[in-house]
């Protein structure tokens, strides 16, 4: 399965998250991505105990039940890899190397950032440069790399464009066992699983499409936070740390002295009253880890290209609480949005305030539902 990655057919996102299983499904109308269907579930009780490791079964009940609840009429699956069982690294190589030394460079060095032997990891790699578009190209077919990956073989690169002075290198790497258990369950369900790839590439194509200057992502999730700086349509460095929603919905249950449920709740009504020009102080205590490694991402950014990034980008499930972006403005000194996954999409009128209200929680699977249209152009 290629880790980056004609049609009139229809796509479907699919985002299984810690706490939650999220799809989309969009097609083709003349010349505009439309929303077709999409569904999530409230809470998915599996939790990644181990990154190499998927309840399948609990997966693909849930799964199941999502996919016929939201009439979801395409077999055609991209899916996302969680951010934190995949490693990924931008490695410098001396340039005028043939695609074949390249190769071998890049086997050599991927030993030298990668914690596991190559031979449990099915490794993806991309040059990058200055040309470089959103939209990763994919360097094998996914059923190619997919009988790979179940064989045992790395997958490998194809052909790449002329050869630049230096190569950069955008290094991908993930467990082969959980991308055999990923295919497996979707294989199990009679579906044609097109592509598995990163859930920032889904970010990236869903909330920044062709925007090639640079900017952070923070994705806040409901048991983790991840921090990605992305540059001309790259991500360059990405950070994930263990504080997310649900945290904050502990600080809120913590300091009311009321339950999980109610504070949950508590957390809903604030985003939606516009009230208060402040959050309350348990909500800001349980955001300081996440700005401070805001800060020292942006920090490390800044004094390693000699230049700033121009804004950040709020999403995820909890990024909708109310002046959270202007929060995040004043501390960060940025400018900070909550980004729109549906911007490039098409979907009727009347669904607007129901889709601005739950968008960012899909805005992965909304990018990766995205990704075959994207390779048209």
Do not use: C
């Amino acid at each position: 399965m290629s880790l980056f990655g004609s049609s009139s057919e229809s796509y479907v996102g699919v985002d299984i998250g810690t706490s939650s299983i999220k799809v989309v499904e969009l097609k083709k109308r003349q010349d505009k991505v439309a929303l077709v269907t999409y569904g999530f579930s409230d809470r998915l009780a599996n939790d990644y105990g181990d990154a190499n490791k998927l309840d399948i079964k609990y997966v693909t009940s849930t799964l199941e039940n999502i996919l016929r609840k939201s009439n979801i009429s395409s077999k055609n699956i991209i899916a996302s890899l969680p951010t934190f069982t995949v490693f990924s690294s931008i490695i410098n190589l001396g340039g005028n190397l043939s695609d074949k030394d390249l190769s071998l460079s890049v086997n050599w060095e991927a030993k030298k950032v990668i914690p596991l032997p190559l031979e449990d990891i099915v490794l993806d790699w991309q040059r990058i440069d200055d040309r470089n578009l959103v939209q990763p190209q994919p360097k094998t077919a996914a059923k190619a790399t997919a009988n790979k990956a179940a064989s045992g073989l790395p997958a490998t690169a194809a052909e790449a464009p002329k050869k630049p002075a230096v190569n950069r290198v955008l290094l991908i790497g993930a467990p082969k066992n959980l991308i055999k258990s990923y295919a497996y369950t979707f294989k199990s369900m009679k579906l044609n699983l097109v592509s598995l790839e990163t859930e920032i590439f889904g970010l990236i194509r869903s909330l920044v499409g062709s925007d090639r200057s640079p900017l952070m992502i923070i994705q806040i999730g409901a048991n983790s936070t991840n921090l990605f700086i992305v540059d001309k349509g790259v991500p360059v460095l990405n950070r994930t740390i263990d504080v997310g929603g649900l945290d904050i919905t502990k600080a809120i249950s913590k300091n009311l002295n009321i339950s999980l449920e109610k504070a949950e709740q508590f957390k809903y009504d604030l985003a939606n009253s516009g009230g208060e020009s402040r959050l309350p102080k348990a909500i800001t205590d349980a955001l300081a880890p996440i700005l401070n490694e805001a800060k020292y991402i942006l920090g490390a950014f800044a004094s390693k290209e000699n230049r700033d990034i121009e804004r950040v980008i709020l999403t995820g499930g909890s990024s909708l609480l109310y002046n959270l972006p202007e929060y995040f403005a004043g501390i960060l000194e940025k400018n900070v949005v909550v980004g729109d996954p549906w911007f490039r999409v098409a979907y009727p009128l009347e669904l607007k305030p129901i889709l601005e209200q739950i968008g960012p929680r899909l805005a992965v699977a909304i990018g990766l539902a995205m990704r075959e249209f994207d390779k048209e152009h």
